[in-house]
């Protein structure tokens, strides 16, 4: 009995399984449903970060969006006549009503009327109007500078200055109410030896206005002749220098 006794202490433990591992094991399983859990408030919460920081960052693009979207330029038709003596300084004259008598704007430039036929001559013609940024200037609408500094095709030809219309400018303006597009001589009939001389050229078509900015405007001659490569454009610029 002794020796079964013995022989029963010794082999029984390697015979019974132990009970510390499945302890472990169950503590362990339990440790994984723990750390599992805990990932899954992790998740939540990353989520709901990421959810709150993109619409943050929605309503501060729909925020900037509109500061940010470039200003388009404005696009109208106007009316818009070249004329003047043929051996004097030309005119430009800009409508909206050809029956309206008084312009919404009238310059005198420093070319003369043989002048700028002869430029026309090269189809090209770009006649930029400049002033500088003064602090009398800064503010004023582009229309009611009074002086400008002139450059025909790149090369400076002197001053332009804006007029009111006179008495000679209403009758002429008047002349030419049924004219929509044309070009012509209004002849003086005076009846003096110097007719040719105080004849007065014209040329009426139709411009697109465009309005760049507050600092810029352009006028441009919309061609009846398809088959022409007339062009002809006056642009308003008010400079920094």
Not at 32 to 41: A, G, M, N, P, V
Request: net charge positive; glycine share 6%.
């Amino acid at each position: 009995m002794t020796k079964i006794n013995s022989l029963r202490r010794c082999l029984l433990p390697c015979i019974t399984p132990p009970t510390s591992p499945t302890t472990a094991s169950s503590t362990g399983v339990s440790k994984k449903r723990l750390s599992t859990s805990l990932r899954d408030d992790i998740d939540v919460q990353d989520s709901a970060s990421s959810s709150a920081s993109s619409s943050e960052a929605t309503v501060d693009s729909d925020h900037l969006s509109p500061v940010t979207a470039p200003q388009r330029p404005s696009r109208t038709m106007v009316i818009g006549t070249l004329f003047g003596r043929r051996k004097g300084h030309v005119w430009f004259c800009v409508q909206h009503d050809r029956l309206s008598v008084k312009p919404l704007l009238l310059l005198e430039l420093s070319i003369t009327t043989n002048q700028l036929v002869q430029e026309m001559g090269s189809c090209l013609v770009r006649v930029a109007l400049e002033c500088p940024t003064r602090p009398e200037l800064k503010s004023c609408l582009l229309r009611t500078v009074p002086v400008w500094t002139m450059f025909c095709n790149g090369r400076k030809t002197g001053f332009a200055v804006r007029r009111s219309a006179n008495e000679e400018t209403r009758v002429m303006l008047k002349r030419l109410e049924s004219t929509t597009v044309g070009a012509g001589v209004l002849p003086c009939g005076s009846g003096s030896g110097e007719s040719d001389l105080d004849e007065v050229m014209y040329m009426r078509a139709s411009y697109e206005h465009v309005v760049g900015s507050s600092d810029s405007e352009s006028f441009h001659l919309i061609n009846p002749d398809a088959n022409s490569a007339q062009e002809l454009s006056i642009f308003l610029l008010r400079t920094s220098s």
